[in-house]
């Protein structure tokens, strides 16, 4: 089976713009997650669907937003780039089942924003 | 509160030695605590976890030890390999929260031939 897998690989854009990020989670997983891990620190939970609803969101500001489609894909948008966001922003997978399902991870989008 | 604090920040271990990862929490929520690797480039891949209901958990090389009164848990890596090089972190998460983990700051191993 194919794991969790993230487009595009890398990214780079310029401040000011908006970014759309895709994750297409672990076939017979309903839940995803969505992290920001910037360069030497642990990722930082944005976001968590789980069958297209908001199920929790992280310290993050409005600027960042997500949907999860019927298919159970996501995305992750960031609007008005700024230089901070430059990061690995990494997609996560899990049945979504109570009980703490293993979270599996993609390998990430890297963006860089100049 | 939701604090995940781990050590060291960096490791440096000799080829068939024990590599020991500290992690520290506050929260007493918590009952999910996974230890994920991470190799560059790649996304963080699950390596083994525990509940606070055992003290211990060992699956091959790896080993979680756990002590739910001093709110600590760490990972022990026996017959560290220079393939183990990769940076480790531990997390934790509540029940309910299951796509929310906090993660700790990151451990970056080095097993030296």
């Known amino acids: 089976d194919a794991g969790v897998t993230q487009s595009p690989t890398h990214l780079i854009k310029t401040r000011g713009q908006h970014v759309t990020l895709r994750c297409s989670p672990i076939?017979?997983?309903?839940?995803v997650s969505w992290y920001q891990q910037v360069l030497g620190q642990g990722p930082q939970f944005i976001f968590q669907?789980?069958?297209?609803?908001?199920?929790g969101r992280g310290n993050f500001p409005d600027r960042f937003s997500a949907r999860q489609f019927p298919n159970y894909s996501s995305e992750l948008n960031v609007n008005a780039l700024l230089l901070g966001d430059s990061a690995l922003y990494l997609c996560?997978?899990?049945?979504?089942?109570?009980?703490?399902?293993?979270?599996?991870f993609g390998n990430g989008t890297r963006l860089t924003v100049t | 509160q939701q604090q995940v604090k781990q050590s060291p920040q960096s490791l440096i271990v000799q080829k068939g030695g024990i590599s020991i990862i500290n992690c520290a929490y506050e929260n007493t929520a918590f009952d999910y605590f996974p230890w994920y690797q991470q190799f560059p480039g790649k996304g963080p891949a699950l390596l083994i976890a525990?509940?606070?209901?055992?003290s211990e958990k060992k699956e091959g090389r790896f080993t979680i030890s756990f002590n739910k009164s001093a709110k600590q848990f760490s990972l022990h890596i026996m017959d560290s390999q220079p393939g183990d090089s990769a940076t480790y972190f531990c997390?934790?998460?509540?029940?309910?929260?299951?796509?929310?983990?906090?993660f700790g700051q990151g451990t970056e191993l080095s097993v030296k031939p």
């Open positions: 996560a997978s899990d049945r979504g089942a109570s009980g703490n399902s293993p979270l599996h």
């Open positions: 669907y789980y069958e297209k609803e908001e199920r």
């Open positions: 525990i509940r606070p209901d055992v």
């Open positions: 076939s017979g997983h309903k839940s």
């Open positions: 997390a934790a998460s509540i029940g309910n929260q299951g796509g929310k983990l906090i």
